[in-house]
């Protein structure tokens, strides 16, 4: 993994699984610590990008929701797209990686290809900036997604990482997600500067990794 201008970077580890179908509930509070025996995991991936009129205000909503779930098992990656680049404003987090990831997920499920939006392990998807259905999403992620211990260890050596890792588990159908991050970096919309409220903006990541 190429780490050359990349300043503040941090290896994101998350586990994606292949999970029954969520059971959403109305919640109009912050959810207590009410996890089940299988402590589950919440992660949000933002589609969004500095071209976007839309984005800001799920961008700042991420950071309020990083502070919210700030003791639970939340993780929030931002991944910067590319077809707005176009426009007249180029997004310099911006890949084509990180739009491709998008398409897939348009493909698996079913959905449009927008911004800013924000899908949550992988199985839910909507509008990034609908406060009722990010907390609905997580809330019941942590209730009902299973997570599975995974042994990390990780080297810089130069311009390389090197990650081990080992787990109990043998399913062949789970992949281990590996994302470089980039922390606190300084937004710039077309017609505002903001300073990222999301602490990790995806630059890196590799999925193809499965359990043997």
Not at 78 to 104: C, M, P, T
Not at 114 to 127: A, D, S
Not at 157 to 181: F, G, H, R
Not at 201 to 209: A, D, E, M, Q, T
């Amino acid at each position: 993994m190429i780490l050359k201008n990349l300043i503040g970077t941090a290896a994101f580890v998350a586990l994606m699984f292949t999970v029954s179908a969520f059971v959403y509930s109305n919640k109009t509070e912050k959810p207590q610590n009410n996890l089940t025996e299988n402590n589950g995991f919440a992660v949000l991936e933002l589609f969004t990008s500095e071209g976007c009129s839309s984005c800001p205000p799920a961008d700042q909503l991420m950071g309020e929701i990083e502070k919210l779930y700030k003791d639970q098992p939340v993780y929030i990656l931002a991944y910067h797209v590319d077809y707005w680049n176009n426009l007249g404003w180029k997004d310099k987090f911006s890949s084509v990686e990180n739009s491709r990831r998008q398409q897939y997920y348009s493909r698996t499920l079913r959905s449009q290809v927008y911004t800013p939006q924000l899908v949550v392990n992988g199985k839910k998807e909507f509008v990034g900036s609908d406060r009722n259905n990010v907390e609905d999403a997580i809330e019941n992620a942590l209730f009902n997604s299973k997570n599975f211990p995974v042994d990390l260890s990780a080297k810089a050596l130069d311009k390389e990482i090197n990650v081990n890792y080992k787990t109990a588990e043998n399913n062949s159908q789970n992949k281990l997600l590996i994302t470089l991050v980039e922390k606190n970096p300084l937004l710039m919309y077309k017609k505002v500067k903001m300073k990222a409220v999301i602490c990790n903006i995806g630059r890196l990541f590799i999925s193809k990794i499965k359990f043997l």
